[in-house]
């Protein structure tokens, strides 16, 4: 007969490792299905190996759910658009954005039915999108610039995995989102307007990635480190892009943790612009503050953010960029 004592003491033990293995990742970072080169970083690990942090990298499907992560203190660092950025300094969270990951081109677009000819019949229409979103702001926006009343058309607050299944069903018009629920509905869908177009009447959009900062200032060497590596990934594709996406190891990283079909992908990655260090220090500034207030104004407009701070420079920060 075995002791009990022992028993306990391979319990207690076991409980210690299971405790153990949960607090064993010491960075925890929010990512998206949002196409760029830096997912193959992810993918090789790389962001370990030059962080030499463990990372629970863990999937989410919209901003407004990054941010919910971010502010509770699960999340330490996160990919999310501007529209979510905007709402998120407006409340005053403690973040900084440290990294602009995308100009959002052709990766963010209205899709709608063959069976509608113009964006007047749109009008009466039911249209998904994740509310406070890039694709939320940009379907807005792009209703304003068609003289379209919001309040005519159906606007449904769906994540992207209910929108591909309520497309499929037939449920929904149209949608404003990315990949891999924009490459579902273009598939027998038609495109209206992509958020690059919508940049050239005024309205960009862009992704970052942002940190708490009160991680940031603890660990000020695994955020420049997190920087530097995806932007040694966008440094790597846009040296010979077309070497780049001819590499088939490549395209099969970006389908795993994009959930996009690999024939698209080449398309989708040259629709967004991903910029390099250089162009990173000019735009974590004025472009930047400047562009979030833009956005914080339209969603008060749109009564999604109660008010407009004077001032976002304390949430964008270029002090983690490689010079």
Do not use: C
Request: overall charge neutral; proline content about 7%; hydrophobic content about 45%.
């Amino acid at each position: 007969m075995i002791p009990h004592a022992p028993l306990r003491l391979l319990a207690a033990l076991a409980l210690g490792g299971a405790s153990w293995l949960a607090q064993a990742a010491d960075l925890t970072v929010a990512y998206q299905t949002t196409l760029d080169p830096a997912k193959v970083a992810q993918a090789d690990g790389a962001y370990e190996k030059a962080s030499q942090a463990s990372i629970d990298w863990r999937k989410f499907d919209n901003g407004a759910d990054v941010i919910t992560a971010v502010a509770s203190g699960d999340v330490q660092i996160g990919y999310l658009g501007s529209s979510p950025l905007a709402a998120a300094a407006t409340r005053k969270l403690p973040v900084e954005t440290f990294l602009i990951a995308t100009q959002i081109g052709a990766g963010e677009a209205l899709i709608a039915r063959d069976s509608i000819q113009s964006p007047q019949d749109l009008i009466g229409k039911k249209i998904a999108v994740p509310f406070v979103s890039t694709g939320h702001y940009s379907l807005l926006a792009a209703l304003k610039a068609w003289n379209i009343d919001p309040g005519k058309v159906q606007i449904l607050n769906l994540a992207p995995p209910a929108i591909i299944a309520a497309w499929k069903r037939g449920d929904i018009d149209a949608t404003y989102v990315w990949d891999p629920a924009l490459g579902v509905a273009k598939e027998n869908g038609k495109v209206l307007i992509t958020s690059g177009e919508l940049a050239k009447k005024g309205a960009p959009t862009f992704d970052a990635w942002i940190v708490r900062k009160d991680y940031a200032a603890k660990h000020p060497d695994v955020v420049k480190s997190f920087a530097k590596v995806t932007l040694d990934a966008y440094a790597d594709y846009r040296k010979d892009t077309q070497a780049w996406v001819a590499n088939p190891d490549n395209i099969a990283k970006l389908a795993k943790l994009s959930g996009a079909k690999p024939g698209d992908i080449p398309a989708l990655l040259e629709g967004n612009t991903y910029p390099l260090a250089a162009d990173q220090i000019g735009a974590l500034g004025a472009p930047t503050t400047q562009a979030l207030a833009d956005t914080a104004t339209f969603l008060k407009q749109q009564g999604k953010v109660d008010a407009v701070l004077p001032d976002y420079a304390p949430y964008v920060s270029a002090h983690y960029i490689p010079h």
